[in-house]
Every structure is written in structure tokens, then in C-alpha cells.
């Protein structure tokens, strides 16, 4: 069968194959399809996850939070922790390892908006909807005026992409979704334009990440 052959499937139908241990790719981030680091989301969080989150502080909601290490791991710090994700997988997964999670889109009515004081974006989901300017405008909604972004982002170099991408598994594709890939030098403008402000960059072994704040 070939590439264009494959049945088209909804996002959330082929990324639960992915958590599920199915191999998996990502095609349109790059030239060649790149394969989905589901080992790395599905074990329990590292030295390097925790140098990530102690920027996090109080009540934090992580977006995207696929199957909960990071979720849990900010539980285990003492947070009160929200997990959302779009896929119910994701979301069976993350309260598995006994932390609260919801099959909640980041743009949907969510719990406690404008009281949390941390919102999460790891593993490269401020690329989430494919507009980084207009995600980080939610989320000034979603925050305490007070409250901050962390968020990881891709190298230097990098700038700002927008794609249409998909994910193969197996004799399956998804239906194409917009994605976005920002790098830590390009985050002061998309920061800019959604009305925030970066308080600090941050070096995470071979990851980066930045706390934005709103702009004075």
C-alpha cells in the first residue's frame, strides 16, 4: 500500500496507537518523516524534565500533557496540576499514574481560568493549533495576571514554522493539522505579539525552554 493509499484517520485515532506502542512517524516537520519520541513521553520524568519545571510555580495547568509524565512529576513537586489533552488516551494514561486530567482543547472553557498561576507547554506544544501567537494569547486568558508560560522550544536557528503535518502508524495516516516550531531565538517576538514579555531562557542539556510574563 502505498503512503497516499493510507486511510486517513482522525488525529486522536492514530496518536492513541502511538501511546499504545505502535511505532509512529510525524511527516511534514521537516524532509523526512520523523519518528514520534513516545519512550521518551511515556516514561517517568528525568533530571532534565525536573530542571524544566522548577520554573513552573503554583497551581499548574500543562497543556498537552499527552500521557502525564510531566504532569505527574509536577504533582509529586507539590503543585496543585491540571492535565488537558485532546486525546482521551492521553488523558486515561495521565490519570493512570494518579494526577487529574481532561479531554479538553486548550481553546474550550477550562477549569479555574484566570486564576492558574502556571501553564505548561513541554515537549513542543507550543506548537499546538499552528499559530504560536494566538495559543500564547490563550493562555494569557487561562493565567493569573500574575501567572507565567514556561514553554520548550526548538534550538537556535530554528525560528518560526508553521506546517500542515500528519502522523503515521502503521496502514494508517491522520488527517492533516497545522503545527508550529519555534526556537529560543525567535521567541521574543512571538512573545511580543501576544502581549508577554521573556523573563529568562533556559539551557536544559540539548533543550531549551523560556518563562514569558505579561509585558509591562
Given amino acids: 500500500m502505498s503512503i497516499d493509499s493510507l486511510p486517513e484517520l482522525s488525529f486522536s485515532e492514530v496518536f492513541s496507537r502511538a501511546l499504545r506502542g505502535h511505532p509512529c512517524s510525524v511527516v511534514g516537520i521537516g524532509a523526512e518523516p520523523l519518528p514520534l519520541p513516545v519512550a521518551d513521553w511515556t516514561r517517568d520524568a528525568d533530571d532534565v524534565d525536573h530542571s524544566l519545571l522548577r520554573h513552573c510555580i503554583g497551581a499548574t495547568l500543562d497543556v498537552g500533557c499527552g500521557p502525564g509524565r510531566l504532569t505527574a512529576r509536577l504533582a509529586e513537586l507539590g503543585h496543585v496540576v491540571l492535565g488537558i489533552d485532546v486525546v482521551r488516551e492521553a488523558v486515561l494514561q495521565t490519570r493512570g499514574r494518579g494526577v487529574a486530567a481532561l479531554v479538553r482543547d486548550i481553546f474550550d472553557r477550562l477549569p479555574g481560568e484566570g486564576r492558574w498561576q502556571s501553564a505548561l507547554l513541554a515537549d513542543g506544544n507550543v506548537g499546538i493549533g499552528?499559530?504560536?501567537?494566538?495559543?500564547?494569547?490563550?493562555l494569557r486568558e487561562v493565567l493569573d495576571p500574575r501567572g507565567r508560560i514556561v514553554v520548550e522550544l526548538a534550538g537556535p536557528g530554528v525560528g518560526v514554522e508553521s506546517v500542515w503535518a500528519a502522523l503515521e502508524c502503521g496502514d494508517a495516516r491522520s488527517r492533516p493539522f497545522r503545527w508550529s516550531v519555534v526556537g529560543i531565538d525567535a521567541i521574543h517576538e512571538v512573545a511580543a505579539r501576544a502581549g508577554l514579555a521573556v523573563v529568562g531562557t533556559h539551557a536544559h542539556g540539548e533543550r531549551w525552554s523560556a518563562v514569558l510574563e505579561?509585558?509591562?
Avoid: M, N
Fill in 214 to 216: 505579561e509585558a509591562a
Fill in 130 to 138: 499552528g499559530d504560536p501567537v494566538a495559543l500564547l494569547r490563550r
